[in-house]
């Protein structure tokens, strides 16, 4: 792999999920780029995801660095020359301090959030957008691969949105960015599952320059904590959008009871095949 290219970091953030933190693995380790940085965060798991991430590691590689002092390793791939792992097991207050415990270990040009239950849309993601990877822009992000129920996926673009009503960006999933915004900005540890859209905000507000491709970068079910339409949620956007706009308490209040809300009941009434209907004509 040419050293032009950059050095990119993937940070898994894991808690207790041991039946699909492999699935996640198998699609970072499996990139045919190899000047990868993978760094696992788990927040000391009880029910085996810990073990099985240990040994997944010192099956592939070389174990290069322990840390007796906590549940720390750094590792080599056996096969891959530059692809490096780096693993940390130990308690956080949430998920956006495991975040920043990512951020903080790593070392490459870019980073992405590839965290538990997601995966990379193919193997060759990677590959294909270290091209892209200008210095220039902040962020640069592409599209992502929703996975409704067993029956029903849609591909989804993300356009940046930042009015009265909402403030909308990509998904973490698809989304690379500079290492050294997210060691600049990093998240904030109060929200619970709206950390993203507050640290795109500052990012957006201080004329970072963003860019968008029409590569998809990423699959997700909507199985997540952050995907799940909830008084949290609309709250934390609240908290978001007043640090912008002076009266967003009242527009997105207005926004969320007259558009998101109706959809949502409508939603959860209809059947499956009627709602993933609907899903198709809507953007």
């Known amino acids: ?40 965060i788990d927040g000391n798991s009880k029910d085996g995801t810990k073990e099985c991430i240990q040994s997944y590691i010192s099956t592939l590689c070389d174990i290069t660095h322990k840390d007796e002092g906590r549940f720390y390793m750094e590792a080599t791939h056996r096969t891959k020359a530059n692809f490096a792992f780096k693993f940390l097991s130990e308690r956080d ?108 905000s500052k990012v957006f507000i201080n004329n970072y320059k963003w860019k968008k491709i029409q590569t998809i970068i990423a699959t997700y079910n909507t199985l997540g904590i952050s995907s799940k339409i909830t008084f949290t949620q609309f709250m934390e956007d609240i908290l978001v959008g007043i640090k912008y706009m002076k009266y967003y308490f009242f527009t997105h209040t207005l926004y969320y009871l007259f558009y998101i809300l109706p959809r949502v009941c409508i939603r959860n009434i209809l059947p499956k095949k009627i709602a993933n209907f609907i899903r198709q004509r809507l953007k």
């Not at 050095?7 to 190899?34: A, P, R």
């Not at 956006?96 to 849309?121: H, P, Q, S, V």
Request: charged share 25%; with cysteine; aromatic share 16%.
């Open 1 to 40: 792999m040419s050293e032009k290219f950059p050095l990119v970091s993937i940070i898994t953030i894991v808690y207790n999920d041991k039946n699909h933190i492999k699935e996640t693995m198998d699609s970072v380790v499996g990139q045919d780029y190899e000047r990868l940085e993978y760094i696992i």
């Open 93 to 200: 207050s949430g998920i956006y301090d495991a975040m920043n415990k990512g951020i903080d270990l790593a070392t490459g040009e870019w980073c992405n959030f590839m965290n538990c239950g997601d995966r990379f849309y193919d193997l060759s993601v990677l590959r294909n957008i270290a091209p892209l990877l200008d210095e220039q822009y902040g962020v640069i992000d592409g599209g992502v691969e929703i996975v409704y129920d067993e029956n029903y996926k849609k591909i989804k673009y993300y356009n940046i949105v930042f009015g009265p009503f909402k403030i909308e960006f990509c998904h973490h999933q698809a989304s690379f960015i500079q290492t050294h915004l997210l060691k600049k900005y990093l998240y904030d540890k109060e929200f619970k599952i709206r950390g993203e859209i507050d640290f795109f």
